[in-house]
């Protein structure tokens, strides 16, 4: 019987490592309680009417209908028995495995403060796209409709809590659409008049980066129109704005957008694996793994990308990052195979292509190296490349590339539409922006 290997998420990590073991002679199945690959780092893109969600997601099944080792099940693992070396669905189905790959991936983070999360959405699945382009676009029509000047100032503030990437990116997004693509279509509010928050703990907008990059970051950001919001604590979110802490005190913000960039923690799944294997996860739900991508103890079973707490050489975790993600994935395929053969595995080694981060039209920053470090346009299509190259499918490139030229001559995002049903809790005759009508939850 062929070496059963089962992948359980179709992520980067899982999908890579189940392209690279098709010319292995093993029986591969992928789990995961989607039908479709998605393509996260353009999430953002799709939360602010620039693409479609089918821009960014591939069905599973199409991806992989020609690998004939390789059969996709829709369905969601919630436990395991490493004993018996199966996995447990949801539905108590059982599936066998010779090798498990966990590439589980990540949901948002509250540190603590989950019921946040009804009053500011994260960005981690398309679910979580369309809420927010639903809330950013009703804003503008619910502003529209309001002739209280303070409602109105409330509807049209929109707050990003988180200064890494995606916070940036989506800031910067906003930006664009309150200065360009919403200019002309309002008759009873300027929507370049919007006030855009972006809040963060750090000292300074895109931490990671080099404080020069940060820098040109918050400059770009500035012409957008957006305010940086730094050396603060969010300790306090609801329907009608954010409480944040500094070093002079609390205030309360009102906004009718709050969006959340501030920090993920892996699936939970996760935390059953840890309990069932035996290790012990970090704060953010991470297991760790040795330098075989292995769980220590269990050689059949590999933890990668946001599920796994990777260490490089020195000893740093590695960047919760797709291509870390992808570099794992198809290190482990290698490793299933060559072990099948008897063939001595090396460990893992990470290799760090840079960071990147784009802001608005043709304004992004890359870095690649201390030294090498690029800004504006030349960043900007370097990361339009990078970001093209890596989507699964040829077709997805070309619709992608066609949309942001459109875009980019136009000003236009085509995909902006409200869907689903509006929130009775937002009709303009409830609207209270008066703190004293708002119970603040702090942690």
Same mark, same amino acid.
């Given at each position: 019987m062929a070496h059963r290997v089962v992948i359980v998420g179709g992520g980067f990590g899982g999908l890579y490592a189940a392209k690279a073991l098709r010319r292995?002679?093993?029986?591969?199945?992928?789990?995961?309680?989607?039908?479709?690959?998605?393509?996260?780092?353009?999430?953002?893109?799709?939360?602010?009417?620039?693409?479609?969600?089918a821009d960014v997601a591939f069905p599973l099944r199409a991806v992989l209908s020609k690998q004939r080792n390789a059969s996709v099940l829709l369905s969601e693992v919630t436990d395991i028995d490493p004993q018996r070396r199966v996995v447990i669905r949801k539905d108590g189905a059982e599936v066998p495995y010779d090798s498990l790959v966990v590439a589980t991936g990540a949901k948002n983070h509250y540190f603590g403060s989950d019921h946040w999360a009804e009053f500011a959405p994260g960005l981690k699945s398309l679910e979580d796209a369309t809420r927010i382009r639903h809330r950013i676009l009703y804003?503008?029509?619910? &502003?529209?409709?309001?002739?209280?000047?303070?409602?109105?100032?409330?509807?049209?503030?929109?707050?990003?809590?988180? &200064?890494?990437?995606?916070?940036?990116?989506?800031?910067?997004?906003?930006?664009?659409?309150?200065?360009?693509?919403?200019? +002309?279509?309002?008759?009873?509010?300027?929507?370049?008049?919007?006030?855009?928050?972006?809040?963060?703990?750090?000292?300074?907008?895109? %931490?990671?980066?080099?404080?020069?990059?940060s820098a040109k970051a918050e400059n770009?950001?500035?012409?957008?129109?957006?305010?940086?919001?730094?050396?603060?604590?969010?300790?306090?979110?609801?329907?009608?704005?954010?409480?944040?802490?500094?070093?002079?005190?609390?205030?309360?913000?009102?906004?009718r957008t709050v969006l959340w960039a501030a920090g993920v923690t892996a699936a939970e799944?996760?935390?059953?694996? &840890? %309990?069932?294997?035996?290790?012990?996860?970090?704060?953010?739900?991470?297991?760790?793994?040795?330098?075989?991508?292995?769980?220590?103890?269990?050689? +059949?079973?590999?933890?990668?990308?946001?599920?796994?707490?990777?260490?490089?050489?020195?000893?740093?975790?590695?960047?919760g990052?797709?291509?870390?993600?992808?570099?794992?994935?198809?290190?482990?395929?290698?490793?299933?195979?060559?072990?099948?053969?008897?063939?001595?595995v090396e460990v893992f080694r990470y290799r760090d292509k840079g960071n990147?981060?784009?802001?608005?039209?043709?304004?992004?920053?890359?870095?690649?190296?201390?030294?090498?470090?690029?800004?504006?346009l030349v960043a900007w299509l370097l990361w339009l490349f990078v970001h093209l190259m890596y989507l699964v499918t040829f077709q997805n490139r070309l619709i992608v590339f066609i949309?942001?030229?459109?875009?980019?001559?136009?000003?236009?995002r085509g995909a902006r539409l409200i869907t689903g049903d509006i929130d009775p809790g937002d009709s303009l005759e409830h609207l209270k922006t008066n703190e004293q009508h708002v119970e603040v939850r702090s942690t």
């Open positions: 292995a002679a093993v029986e591969i199945t992928l789990l995961d309680r989607r039908n479709f690959h998605l393509f996260q780092p353009l999430l953002y893109q799709v939360a602010t009417g620039e693409l479609s969600p804003a503008f029509e619910a &502003a529209e409709k309001e002739s209280d000047p303070e409602k109105r100032r409330a509807w049209l503030t929109f707050i990003v809590v988180g &200064a890494g990437p995606t916070g940036v990116e989506l800031a910067g997004a906003l930006g664009e659409i309150a200065n360009d693509t919403l200019r +002309e279509d309002f008759r009873s509010i300027r929507p370049e008049e919007a006030q855009i928050l972006l809040l963060d703990g750090s000292p300074r907008v895109l %931490s990671p980066f080099h404080p020069e990059l770009s950001l500035i012409r957008l129109g957006v305010r940086s919001v730094l050396n603060v604590k969010v300790v306090g979110v609801d329907r009608y704005g954010v409480r944040v802490k500094s070093a002079t005190g609390e205030q309360y913000i009102p906004a799944f996760t935390r059953v694996l &840890a %309990s069932r294997l035996g290790v012990e996860p970090d704060r953010g739900g991470r297991i760790p793994v040795d330098a075989y991508c292995n769980v220590p103890g269990h050689p +059949e079973v590999f933890v990668i990308g946001d599920a796994a707490l990777s260490k490089d050489a020195d000893g740093k975790p590695l960047p990052v797709a291509p870390t993600a992808m570099q794992q994935g198809s290190y482990v395929a290698a490793s299933i195979s060559k072990r099948l053969r008897g063939d001595n990147l981060a784009v802001i608005g039209r043709a304004r992004a920053v890359a870095q690649f190296s201390e030294t090498m470090r690029f800004s504006g949309r942001w030229g459109f875009n980019y001559t136009t000003y236009n």
